[in-house]
Every structure is written in C-alpha cells, then in structure tokens.
C-alpha cells in the first residue's frame, strides 16, 4: 500500500541554521504530496503542497520538491526560527480507497534554540 | 478565515464507557474525516464521509465506532466501548472537492 517514510526526530538547530527534513514514499499512480505542520497545543496546520513532479510547494520560507524520480518530497529552509519550532509531517494522499485520505508520516519534531 | 473545531479538547473515560467526540467542520466543505494519533506513532486514518455515508473506513474502524451528521454541521465520531489502546489524539478534517484538507486542533481521548 502506499506509505510515507520520514526523517526521524527530534532536530534541533540554531536560529538561522539551514533545515532539512527527509521525506520519501511509496504510492502507486501519482499522488499529491503535503507538508502539515502542528505548533505546540494546536491542530495540524497545511505547509505546503504539491500536485505533480516538479512542482515546487513554497510557504513561510519553507520549500519541497515533487521528485518523482527519486519518490521524495524533502522540506527545506534556509534559515530557521525559534517560531518554526513545531512537528512537522508529510503526507500523501491516496485515492486508492474511494475517497481522497491522506497517509502521514511519522512527524518530525523541531527545535529551534535562539 | 473559517476553521474546523473540536470539543472538546480533552477527555477522560472509563474503560468500557461510550465517548462522543465532536467536530464542526468548515460550512461549504462536502468531505469529512477522522484521524487518529496514538502517542508516539504516525497520524493514522479512520473514516472518511461524503454525502451522509461513509465512503472509506480503515481496519482500525471496527464494530465499536460510528460516526455522524446528526444536523448538517455537526460531525461526530462515538466509540461505544472505550478500550485502553483507544487513547489517543483524534483529529477531525474536512475539504471542499478534494482539495487539501483543514484539521482541526484535535481531541486527546484518555481511557482510564
């Protein structure tokens, strides 16, 4: 079945280091893929998404990749802040079933010291 | 801006007790669903609903749950008898055409 492999956590970074958060999957056909993000004490917030290889998702200066080559989706920012401390997940979504679920990764939690 | 919310934010039960978990999604979103998080572990997907029936449910969605849209913006997920392992963070969500989805802040179901 279709599946999502992510980085394992925690991270933890200087302000203004350099981010990056593994993601790959497994998906037959051509999935969206996402970036959610959960801040401390609320729900799971949309990051960014892409639809098709190629495309690049773009939000709060973070950016992923659709490689469908490489079936990977790694989130990226150049240069992190305390406020992006938060667990983030990827996610696909998978029609396979009927209606348009999405499958998660594990959540990678990070943290930016100042 | 419009977003779906949860009550409530924590619950605590008793094995065997039946729980109501509620969800008002997004007004003009047409598709809805559950998800759950046991601590540690992935986001896991339970139901998901369109058009007043459920139109996928995973293996986790056994006898024990049900949901339903008693009034048009309600959305709720009953779990008739609470289990141990049914602890965990329950998170509701909604999309309009299958767009992405909107969660909301989750509710964290402890079973005592």
């Known amino acids: 079945g279709n599946s999502v492999t992510q980085m394992e956590g925690p991270v933890t970074l200087s302000e203004e280091a350099f981010l990056t958060i593994n993601c790959t999957y497994t998906?037959?056909?051509?999935?969206?893929l996402f970036w959610y993000v959960q801040y401390p004490g609320e729900g799971l917030q949309l990051l960014l998404k892409?639809?098709?290889?190629?495309d690049k998702g773009s939000n709060k200066g973070f950016e992923a990749t659709y490689r469908k080559e490489t079936t990977s989706f790694h989130l990226e920012k150049g240069s992190v802040q305390v406020s992006d401390s938060a667990v983030y997940f990827c996610?696909?979504?998978?029609?396979?079933?009927?209606?348009?679920?999405?499958?998660f990764g594990k959540g990678t939690k990070l943290t930016v010291n100042p | 801006e419009p977003e779906v919310t949860q009550t409530p934010s924590h619950q605590v039960t008793q094995m065997g007790q039946e729980v109501i978990l509620r969800c008002v999604p997004i007004?003009?979103?047409?598709?809805f669903y559950w998800y759950r998080q046991i601590l540690g572990q992935k986001v896991e997907f339970l139901v998901s609903?369109?058009?007043?029936?459920?139109?996928?449910k995973s293996e986790i969605f056994d006898d024990q749950f049900s949901v339903e849209r008693p009034d048009g913006s309600n959305f709720t997920l009953k779990i008739r008898s609470t289990k141990l392992e049914d602890s965990a963070m329950y998170f509701c969500?909604?999309?309009?055409?299958?767009?992405?989805?909107?969660f909301g802040q989750g509710t964290r179901l402890t079973v005592v």
């Open positions: 996610a696909l979504s998978d029609r396979t079933g009927g209606s348009e679920k999405l499958v």
């Open positions: 998906a037959t056909g051509y999935p969206s």
């Open positions: 892409a639809t098709k290889a190629d």
């Open positions: 007004s003009n979103h047409l598709y």
């Open positions: 609903f369109y058009n007043n029936e459920i139109s996928e």
């Open positions: 969500a909604s999309n309009r055409d299958r767009a992405e989805a909107f």
